[in-house]
């Protein structure tokens, strides 16, 4: 079991370029969402999936498209990377619907736009 | 204003201090608390469910106040290993999370 999972784990992109980042559970979780934090910062919310098939914007959707491709797999891509979006990304999962249980989270992606 | 505000700290105290963080919430529609521990350069990991009731595991002590809207974290005793990064977060029933800043711990010897 190895809860949630994402590649790569680091990233260097030159402006311009795009990419997709990969996130996978094993937890047959419904809810799945994608983060990025800044340095000193905390978790601001990019995309969530309450299930799948359905995606919703969150706090800072703009440059960023999200694919729920099944129940396990939720993918987030950045389509034109800009050195603002630097950061660290966070997927996380969540069991259920609805907002009543927490978050697990995978180790995070590392990106660094140049 | 933000949804969900923190006391930014940080916050350095010796071993066996008793400390406190406070984190307020904008959104009454608000459903389920949480405090989660972030480690530097690593996922935040739950440390602990808010109940109205309050809940308590070991040195730890967490408490929600829906009137005033806000939720708080006690550490009693603090050791080495409790410096981290504190995130409280507040989930909506839609399934939407909003977490605050953090709050920097660092207990000193």
């Known amino acids: 079991n190895a809860g949630v999972t994402q590649t790569p784990k680091f990233q260097v992109l030159k402006t311009g370029q795009s990419m997709t980042l990969q996130c996978a559970q094993d937890m047959n979780h419904n809810s799945m969402y994608w983060y990025r934090q800044d340095p000193g910062m905390g978790l601001r919310l990019i995309y969530y999936?309450?299930?799948?098939?359905?995606?919703d914007k969150g706090e800072v959707p703009n440059g960023y498209n999200v694919s729920r491709l099944n129940k396990r797999e939720f993918s987030l891509r950045l389509e034109s990377a800009a050195p603002s979006q630097t950061s660290v990304y966070f997927c996380?999962?969540?069991?259920?619907?609805?907002?009543?249980?927490?978050?697990?989270f995978g180790p995070g992606t590392r990106l660094t736009v140049t | 204003r933000k949804e969900v505000e923190q006391d930014p700290g940080p916050f350095n105290v010796p071993e066996g201090a008793t400390v406190a963080f406070n984190c307020t919430y904008s959104?009454?529609?608000?459903?389920?608390f949480f405090w989660y521990r972030q480690d530097c350069r690593k996922e935040p990991k739950l440390l602990m469910s808010v109940y109205s009731s309050g809940n308590e595991d070991g040195r730890f002590t967490a408490q929600l106040n829906r009137a005033s809207q806000y939720i708080s974290l006690l550490i009693r005793d603090s050791k080495l290993s409790d410096s981290a990064t504190y995130l409280c977060?507040?989930?909506?029933?839609?399934?939407?999370?909003?977490f605050g800043d953090g709050t920097t711990l660092t207990v000193k010897p």
């Open positions: 996380a999962s969540i069991m259920g619907q609805g907002g009543a249980y927490e978050q697990y």
């Open positions: 959104n009454s529609a608000s459903q389920s």
């Open positions: 999936s309450a299930s799948e098939g359905t995606t």
């Open positions: 977060a507040v989930n909506t029933n839609a399934g939407k999370s909003t």
